[in-house]
């Protein structure tokens, strides 16, 4: 009922910045929490950052200062601002949402950071 997609990944120099960007569609009537996580491979996906209904905004540590979680709720999307990307910061980027009692993910979008 609820699909979600990224955009916005690519290849980026360390130092540089990348705009995320998750677009919710079907049957959904407003956002409700939203938040992107990361993962590579072998290991176990990695909860980046969250934006809830009423506003509130949490950061991994690691990524703290550095990314910027925002909505625009008239468009039911929510973006991920990285700006001075490491190469640590190489993964795959999910989007998710929780849409009564169920969880949706989108398929990824591929970052990587070269040193």
């Known amino acids: 009922q609820v699909q979600l997609v990224e955009s916005g990944g690519g290849l980026v120099q360390a130092g540089g910045s990348l705009r995320l960007s998750c677009a919710a569609s079907?049957?959904?009537?407003?956002?409700?929490?939203m938040a992107w996580h990361r993962q590579v491979p072998g290991k176990q996906r990695e909860l980046v950052a969250t934006?809830?209904?009423?506003?509130?905004?949490n950061y991994a540590d690691s990524v703290k200062g550095r990314f910027t979680i925002s909505r625009d709720n008239a468009k039911n999307t929510v973006y991920l601002q990285m700006n001075s990307l490491k190469p640590e910061d190489t993964a795959v980027y999910y989007c998710?949402?929780?849409?009564?009692?169920?969880?949706?993910w989108g398929q990824g979008t591929q970052v990587t950071v070269s040193s």
């Open positions: 934006s809830t209904r009423d506003g509130s905004t």
């Open positions: 079907g049957n959904i009537f407003r956002l409700n929490v």
């Open positions: 998710y949402t929780r849409w009564n009692w169920n969880d949706y």
